[in-house]
């Protein structure tokens, strides 16, 4: 892009950056952050490109000036936790709904490719699961027990080696997305299609309800969150194929740094389903009801925070703005 085209297309955007920063009294912490991020995007562009022109220099004095401001509020650190999960990362998170939609449609197809090729050949549920998981399963329905496997560890250390190992499918999801996103559909294909499989052999033994109102009290936000992780690999993904106006090194940088953080805010959730299949899930006499309550509650949970919240978020900024 020509310099005078990339003056003109931002031209009014830095001036009204330029004029929150002057106003000290009338900017909130999220604001100067969005503020530092896109005004230091376009000066790794500028510089990139227009090295020693007056655009560079008056971006990068901009870009000081956000810095500063940031780095005087003082209070904003101490609140950082709690800032970047209950407003920062849900109204971030809402530029990436498309993505969130693509890795949960991949996810859908492939569980129904999983569950098509369990029903065709009775062989594929223990190619997929292994002898050893679904003799052992046979064994417990036939002792009138089918989720016992859940019993067989400790609460604590089922609850850590859980957890632990979902955090690693997590990171996995994300890090394969630096093949072009296809290492991530790979990942969300490999467990969407255990997944199909593995309900579709509880269908067959007559024990879908069963294993649903077992398996889905941890399963609903684990699933849930390995889909958000898959569209954390999807980012990188779309910013190597489509870096737009950045190069394809800004542009992956980038996109790594969007991806880490919707990585970063599934660990509480990960944690969260590693407690109820750790504690929970094994209480297998339960009543229905209050198994349908905490699947219920965990969708609730999920839907709301990645999708509903940021939208709700989304349009109060937007309402704020016009106000100004």
Not at 62 to 83: D, G, M, P
Request: with cysteine; hydrophobic share 45%; net charge positive.
């Amino acid at each position: 892009m020509r310099e005078a085209a990339f003056v003109k297309q931002n031209k009014d955007k830095w001036l009204k950056f330029e004029s929150r920063l002057q106003n000290k009294n009338n900017l909130r912490p999220e604001q100067l952050s969005n503020i530092y991020i896109e005004v230091s995007d376009h000066l790794s562009y500028s510089k990139t490109f227009y090295p020693k022109s007056n655009t560079t220099s008056y971006l990068n004095q901009l870009t000081v000036a956000a810095h500063q401001r940031i780095y005087k509020n003082k209070k904003e650190s101490r609140n950082r936790f709690i800032t970047f999960f209950t407003r920062e990362f849900p109204l971030f998170f809402y530029s990436f709904q498309k993505q969130l939609l693509l890795s949960f449609l991949i996810f859908v197809l492939f569980s129904a490719v999983g569950a098509f090729s369990a029903a065709s050949d009775h062989t594929f549920v223990r190619s997929i699961l292994g002898d050893a998981y679904v003799n052992m399963t046979l064994q417990n329905i036939a002792e009138g027990d089918p989720m016992a496997v859940y019993k067989k560890m400790a609460e604590t250390d089922m609850f850590l080696g859980i957890t632990i190992n979902n955090i690693r499918v997590s990171l996995m999801a994300f890090s394969m997305g630096i093949l072009a996103g296809i290492g991530t559909v790979f990942i969300l294909m490999q467990n969407a299609v255990m997944l199909g499989s593995f309900q579709y052999f509880f269908y067959d033994q007559g024990l879908l309800w069963e294993s649903a109102r077992t398996i889905w009290i941890h399963g609903t936000i684990e699933i849930s969150v390995i889909i958000i992780a898959g569209c954390a690999g999807l980012v990188v993904g779309k910013s190597i194929l489509f870096p737009g106006t950045y190069t394809r090194l800004i542009s992956f940088v980038k996109g790594v740094k969007n991806g880490l953080k919707i990585v970063i805010s599934t660990i509480p959730f990960f944690i969260i389903a590693g407690f109820l299949e750790g504690f929970v899930t094994r209480q297998t006499q339960m009543p229905d009801w209050l198994a349908i309550l905490i699947i219920g509650s965990s969708l609730a949970l999920i839907l709301f925070y990645y999708i509903f919240y940021p939208h709700i978020l989304h349009k109060k900024k937007i309402h704020e703005a016009g106000l100004h």
